[in-house]
Nanobody, 122 residues
Framework: QVQLVESGGGLVQAGDSLRLSCAPS?????MAWFRRAPGKERMFVAA????????YYADSVKGRFTISRDNAKNTLYLQMNSLKPEDTAVYYC??????????????????WGQGTQVTVSS
């Protein structure tokens, strides 16, 4: 079982930036970030393919967030710029255990982190 350890959440003001990190304990393939706002379902944020740098984003974060992975450090990142109050949520790192393409469905991911809180004040 691969463990995903997230870090980097916090309380910021609108317009600020944050960078989330996720460190898997073993081999993973496509990795993604999801988020769950209060009273809402877990929603796709961004994903990165395990080969190359192909990335995918939800429309709500496109142009503001950047997902990346450092294979040498085996770490996934989510750089979040121009944060808005509506970005407030618990952010989860997710990974697939076999070589399948990206998906925006939480059910398609095998490993999950514990979540890190991001709060953006207006």
């Amino acid at each position: 079982q691969v463990q995903l350890v997230e870090s980097g959440g916090g309380l910021v003001q609108a317009g600020d930036s944050l960078r989330l990190s996720c460190a898997p304990s073993g081999r993973t393939f496509t990795m993604a970030w999801f988020r769950r706002a209060p009273g809402k379902e877990r929603m796709f944020v961004a994903a990165v393919h395990w080969i190359g740098d192909r990335t995918y984003y939800a429309d709500s974060v496109k142009g503001r967030f950047t997902i990346s992975r450092d294979n040498a450090k085996n770490t996934l990142y989510l750089q979040m710029n121009s944060l808005k109050p509506e970005d407030t949520a618990v952010y989860y790192c997710a990974a697939r255990r076999i070589a399948l393409p990206y998906s925006d469905s939480p059910g398609q991911y095998d490993y999950w982190g514990q979540g890190t809180q991001v709060t953006v004040s207006s």
